[in-house]
């Protein structure tokens, strides 16, 4: 069942038309202004509205007010900010295909940018951020509700017209905009079907392709050889990044032995 509020953007709609003739998604809600689509989805999810099995539910707003990123940031958004949640059947997020969903997502995005804005070229920070020109362009929250295993939200914010300045993201300096790094004035709501449908496919496939997975994740890493600082519960600590284990996990070589994060975040020390 879909709902699109009656003042959204008209390329928005269409775009929704697109994936809906590509039988990409089942359900539909486009707001013209929401906090955030994460919650919509999550509350969709609460409400008992998705039993196992259902095909993909998108969620969209034109204006995302109150944005979350990870580890408890605010994603901060313009006008030209592509702004969406699914809600997805996933596998099990503990078991070890479905410790790498998050991953799986940050591939997906990668590749269908890259497929649609041809040359352009993007690397990925674990676990999922894309960067593009050395700046982030695109941000992926995952997240789920206790009892509903099966089922996982995928927030993803990408930079496309614009960027926004950004008051406490670690990687602030560095934000970068897909129109900038393309050379050309780019419409959010045309990359959107095939970033959805991207996203649609990994997860769908995630058991059966972790190689090929791991595979378009190793060859984008941004911290791979490089001097990192990693923050994991309430530890830090620092070492040479290593690359990507078998399982996603971040390897880190420390002087206390090789670390595997699979939770937390590391950024490349920044040489003054
Ligand atoms: C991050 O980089 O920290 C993750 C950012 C995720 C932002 C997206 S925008 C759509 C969805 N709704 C949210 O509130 N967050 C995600």
């Given amino acids: 069942m879909d709902l699109i509020d009656n003042d959204v953007e008209p390329r928005g709609r269409r775009a929704i038309k697109q994936l809906k003739l590509d039988g990409c998604c089942a359900a539909v809600r486009y707001t013209r202004e929401s906090d955030s689509t994460n919650n919509l989805a999550l509350d969709y999810l609460r409400s008992g509205q998705w039993t196992d099995g259902d095909d993909a539910a998108l969620f969209l707003t034109d204006h995302q007010t ?24 996933s596998c099990d997020l503990t078991s070890s295909a479905g410790q790498m969903t998050g991953l799986a997502v940050g591939v997906a995005v990668a590749n269908a940018i890259e497929f649609e804005l041809a040359p352009l070229k993007t690397r990925l920070k674990w676990p ?43 990687n602030g300096s560095a934000v970068r905009d897909l129109s900038s790094s393309a050379g050309r004035k780019l419409h959010r ?16 496939s995630l058991e059966d392709n972790l190689d090929e997975l791991l595979v378009g994740f190793r060859q984008r890493c941004l911290l791979n050889q490089q001097n990192v600082t990693f923050l994991i519960g309430g530890t830090s600590g620092q070492g040479l990044c ?26 490349r020390v920044r040489i003054r």
């Fill in 189 to 204: 709501y045309d990359l959107l079907p095939a970033v959805v449908e991207q996203i649609v496919d990994a997860i769908a």
């Fill in 128 to 170: 999922n951020d894309v960067y593009v020109d050395g700046g982030k362009a695109a941000g992926i929250l995952l997240e789920t509700v206790a009892g509903i295993p099966k089922a996982v939200v995928v927030g993803v914010g990408i930079n496309v017209g614009s960027r926004p300045e950004l008051r406490d993201d670690p």
């Fill in 242 to 267: 290593r690359g990507i284990g078998p399982h996603g996990e971040l390897l880190i070589e420390t002087d206390e032995g090789l670390r595997r994060l699979t939770s937390g975040e590391a950024h």
């Fill in 66 to 89: 109150g944005g979350r990123g990870r580890h408890g940031r605010r994603w901060e958004s313009k006008d030209d900010t592509l702004t969406f949640s699914l809600v997805l059947a």
